[in-house]
């Protein structure tokens, strides 16, 4: 049995966020692709967006009283854990088809998994958030797996 996860905390497991809809951009890939260093000529010229390019597509525009301590916006899809301090515990994704100008991208994230384990120095508590991304079509266009780790 978990000493820090509750049943009203494990209650979490499967609560999906509302989706978020975002169009991509020809000029929004082109300074994506100058930003991260591209070198290919279809990423610079935006006919493609280049791996990664999704990762802030979905993300909140707060203020910034509105963030945590270390610069992050608060996930309200998250419950309220038992430890705070937030490490990156990997980033899983897989690209069913190339995101191109034009799409109108969808996107819904779940709170997937929660899980304890001891570390050497104490509990440590593993979430995980699968985020399902679409095109206008329906399609699947990637799933990503972020896994964070708390103590």
Not at 8 to 21: C, F, H, V
Not at 57 to 79: A, C, K, T, Y
Request: with cysteine; aromatic share 8%.
């Amino acid at each position: 049995m978990s000493q820090l996860l509750s049943d009203e905390l494990l209650a979490n497991i499967g609560r999906s966020s509302q989706t978020r809809k975002e169009i991509v951009t020809c000029r929004d890939i082109r300074k994506y692709s100058i930003a991260t260093g591209q070198r290919r000529k279809k990423y610079l010229e935006g006919d493609e967006a280049p791996p990664m390019f999704h990762v802030s597509l979905f993300w909140d525009v707060v203020e910034m009283d509105q963030l945590s301590p270390d610069g992050v916006s608060i996930d309200p899809l998250l419950p309220e854990f038992p430890l705070k301090k937030a490490m990156a515990g990997g980033l899983k994704i897989e690209y069913h088809q190339p995101i191109v100008p034009g799409d109108w991208l969808t996107a819904t994230r779940t709170l997937t998994d929660i899980y304890e384990k001891q570390g050497s120095k104490g509990p440590l508590i593993f979430y995980e958030i699968t985020m399902e991304v679409v095109n206008g079509s329906g399609e699947k266009v990637l799933t990503e797996i972020t896994t964070r780790i708390l103590r």
